[in-house]
């Protein structure tokens, strides 16, 4: 098909709809055009800046009627980078949105009957962030802390971050102006030259303690001890500094080698009145409040009892596994990163819980060979990543037949492509109940419960 229009034409559009990265949706003939900062309803004149044989892109530069659901964009650079895509719709119309995001992924896999309960939101809608990334790159005043423009490499300098931690963004600043004073270098990812290519902070939202880690290109960093101390000294919340190092030429932040540099190498936070060690490459849900009432909740829609044998797969620190241990009998959690089974271990110790047994491995070959021990779960935990579960889990997941299945999701699309091989496999969706850990963005988690059918 040939496009309707041209790169730099600007045409008049009606938004139909919102797509699932946030962009508004209009249709010439058949052919879409996503446009940013347009809204389902309005009418706008809009620039074309892309154009495909599919689809083209374009930007809305007069709006000619309003969404009654705009609010006022805080800044468009949070848009621009996909920091907040999300910022121009009141908070009420980002949580219908998620909501029907989630339907139309069960439709799209044929789950089109399963209810969808309406979004669960959150208070306050910014500054929830407890963990920060930012790239450091060159500036006009020494290195720079920012965020790169959607599918760019443009850089664009930044210290207010909106989503995150107000802290963390203050303490951010504080550490890029000690990086200057002493000199440091950027990351130059032309050249594959200089040295800061990343600050990462995490900020316990309960406990306020702090972890800042200096990511850099390699391992010699000029004066990095009296960085680590001037860092400790002038940010009081800070009780651990480390260096990582990524020598690769990649978007993957965090290499594999790491050094401490100061205090020690986790933080301390809470979850469900559990305390946890988070070290560095550890995943922890990076909206604190958020994932607490979304556990509180799947433990609740499950039953767990005193004889009851559950599983935690992905279980990460043990977030979750600890959090359900004092309501069961034993509880297994199977994670693929070592240092964060490493956590879990002494997070069990932490809590002086004794019926939760951890193994560092692919949840895949793990469950098999639990399966082949004889382990039988009444109960399993999911929680994977975006990419959802892997084929031969779900299938051992089946042969398993534990009687409930609690599924908590980051991404509808391989939810749904998984409730449906689950549903083929002897298991009935009951609830499906989305939360909004991610306000202003487009992002999406879910719990979601499945009952094994009986068998007649
Ligand atoms: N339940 C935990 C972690 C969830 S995030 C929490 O809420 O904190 C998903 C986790 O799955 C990450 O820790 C990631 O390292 C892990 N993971 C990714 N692929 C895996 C696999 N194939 N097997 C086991 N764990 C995996």
């Known amino acids: 098909m040939n496009s309707p229009v041209k790169k730099n034409q600007d045409i008049t559009l009606e938004i139909i709809d919102l797509s699932y990265e946030g962009l508004g949706v209009a249709k010439l003939d058949h052919y879409p055009i996503f446009v940013d900062d347009a809204l389902p309803g309005e009418k706008v004149i809009a620039h074309i800046v892309k154009v495909g044989k599919k689809f083209a892109f374009a930007k809305a530069i007069q709006h000619l009627t309003v969404s009654s659901n705009r609010v006022d964009l805080k800044d468009r650079q949070l848009t621009q980078t996909g920091i907040a895509p999300l910022q121009h719709l009141s908070y009420a119309a980002q949580l219908q949105f998620k909501t ?68 963390i963004d203050r303490a951010l600043i504080v550490v890029r102006d000690i990086l200057r004073q002493f000199g440091v270098s950027a990351y130059d990812e032309t050249k594959h030259e200089g040295v800061m290519r990343h600050i990462m902070i995490r900020r316990g939202y309960h406990s306020h303690e702090m972890m800042v880690v200096l990511v850099t290109r390699k391992k010699k960093l000029f004066k990095a001890q009296q960085i680590a101390q001037a860092i400790m000294a002038a940010l009081p919340e800070v009780v651990s500094v480390v260096q990582n190092i990524n020598d690769q030429r990649t978007n993957v932040i965090l290499g594999k080698e790491e050094t401490l540099l100061a205090g020690r190498p986790y933080i301390e936070d809470e979850m469900l009145q559990h305390q946890f060690y988070i070290s560095a490459p550890s995943f922890y849900q990076v909206n604190t409040a958020q ?84 382990i039988q779960a009444d109960v399993v935990f999911v929680d994977p990543p975006r990419k959802g579960l892997a084929s031969d889990f779900t299938q051992t997941l089946i042969e398993t037949q534990p009687k409930q299945i609690s599924y908590i999701s980051c991404n509808p699309a391989t939810f749904a492509r998984d409730a449906a091989l689950l549903t083929q496999g002897g298991y009935t969706l009951s609830i499906v109940q989305p939360f909004d850990m991610f306000p202003q963005t487009t992002h999406i988690e879910l719990v979601a419960i499945f009952e094994r059918n009986e068998v007649l």
């Open 291 to 374: 994932a607490e009432a979304m556990y509180q909740y799947a433990i609740h829609h499950t039953q767990l009892n005193p004889d009851t044998i559950a599983i935690d797969a992905y279980c990460g620190i043990g977030t979750i596994t600890l959090s359900v241990a004092p309501f069961v009998k034993h509880i297994y959690g199977v994670e693929i990163v070592p240092e964060a089974i490493h956590d879990a271990k002494k997070n069990a110790r932490l809590n002086h819980l004794d019926n939760a047994t951890f193994v560092a491995g692919k949840a895949e070959e793990v469950m098999k060979e639990w399966q082949q021990k004889g």
């Open 100 to 167: 029907q995001q989630v339907i139309q992924a069960l439709k799209k896999a044929g789950l089109s009957q399963v209810k969808v309960a309406d979004t669960i939101g959150m208070n306050p809608t910014v500054g929830y962030r407890n963990k920060a990334q930012v790239p450091v790159r060159r500036g006009k005043d020494g290195l720079d802390i920012g965020f790169f423009r959607k599918n760019s490499h443009q850089f664009i300098p930044m210290d207010d971050f909106y989503i995150q931690d107000p802290a």
